[in-house]
């Protein structure tokens, strides 16, 4: 079925997000074309396509500056040019400050309650609020030059100045934006300077309709709004905010997939080819397969899922040898200190419990550190018994429901932490707390020991869930709330038309 978008996409789109859609690079033989994996980029590719809009965004590859134009555009797809890709291009004490600076090393560890990780530094921010300038103004030449009303669609962290600094030069445009990450409660907020809280808080309310992942960051944000700013009145009830005469929308709109899509890789014969290949090398006869995805990061809970192993292993020996983990883990961020010691430590723990309890014929965990294909995914996930999510806090996490989506045959057991924000939806799974060790140790061992009709009926309530709430009906639902607060607007203007 064609997704139906809302009217909302009748505007021109403009569209802001830190990593750009298709990057160019420099290769020995000419320039390359990357497109980066995740899903954020293949959901919202298609809608750029079809409306003509416009996607403003970092300039990341070394060959972008040598195809496009001087301004920074560049038409893309490559070879179905669709839609103008308008590269910003940050200088490297920006990418220093503004990204690995403020975004990654202040607000990615502030929203993630990582507060012993927060490092709060006046360059840095300032960089943040030079890039904030720098790319709202790349917006605004953007909308002058497509004229009309645009939609501006603002992504995450990186971008809570924007909106306020797009909003008075385009007065007409309807701007909002979704945030993927946590949003903290008033006493984390609280940790940033007085005058940081306040520029954020004031730059989000810049849009008409601020998206979060779940109702829990929705309010913790409305929490900090009346508590930060005395002026602003906040309606938890109707997820409203009134501030300096204007309104803004709060509200929760979870993340999903391309269900379809997942499916589809799954059922590919390579796919099944290399599951089944899985199985032979790392779960031969009785033994099973446990899984895990994720990006290298310290919010993902990497160390506390090897201390649980650790601690089964330990405690319980007749354990041993029954089941392999396999660890899929993308580097990340290493520029960052943080990022460097948590690949450092977590490769030094494997090769130690692999050390202490390995056997001739088992090797008790399996890294594999890289970045893999979308179909190679599919296969770990399609060869797995039980997988395991284990964030400390996570805004949505979608390979708990790529995992959902790649089982088709209605078996394997997922095991999910209650601080990714997929815990809400995805209360079939077995919810787990990985600061509590032993009961993520012993939730494990009620994953690997599930009979089949329980699994079956787990995994099948699950697939109704992820199947009835795709990433399309994540687009349709947000697009329509930005189009009802635009109406709203209408209203509010025409309402005070008739009183004066
Ligand atoms: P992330 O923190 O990156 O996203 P997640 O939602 O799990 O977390 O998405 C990771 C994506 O990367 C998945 O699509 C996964 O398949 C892919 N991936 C992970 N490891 C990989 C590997 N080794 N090789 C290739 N691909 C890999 C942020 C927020 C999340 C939120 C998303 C979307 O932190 O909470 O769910 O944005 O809003």
Redesign the pocket.
Known sequence: MQPKFSAALDRPLILLSNREPYEHVHRPNGIEVRFP????VSALDPILRRTHGTWVAWASGNADRTVADDVGRVMVPPGDPSYTLRRVWLSESDVEGFYLGFANSALWPLCHLFVSKVDIRRNDWESYERANRMFASAVVQEAERVGGAPMVWVHDYHFALAPALVRPQVPDALIHQ?W??PFPPPDVFGILPVGVQHSLLRGLLGNDLVEF?TDGFAWNFMDCVARTLPDAQVSLDQGVVHLDGRQTRIGAFP?S?DVAEWQRLAALPHTVDVCRSLRQRYAPRDRQLVVS???M?Y??GIERRLRALEHMWTDSPERRGTFTMLI???PSRTDIQAYAKLERDVLEKIERLNDEFRTLDWTPIVL?H?????DL?AAVYCAADVCVVS?LQ??????AK?FIACRTDRNGVLVLSRF???SDELGAALLVNPFFIDAFADTLAVALDMPRHERVERMTILRDRVANATIDDWLDAMLSAAEATDQATDRAAEGGAATL
Do not use: W
């Not at 890289?370 to 979308?374: H, I, P, R, T, Y």
């Open positions: 994996a995740g899903g954020l979704f993927h990450i992942q993340i997939i995805v994720d990006r990061d919010t993902k899929v883990a993308t594999v890289e970045n893999v294909d979308a995914l964030s996570d805004g949505m996490n979608l390979v790529e990714a924000g997929a």
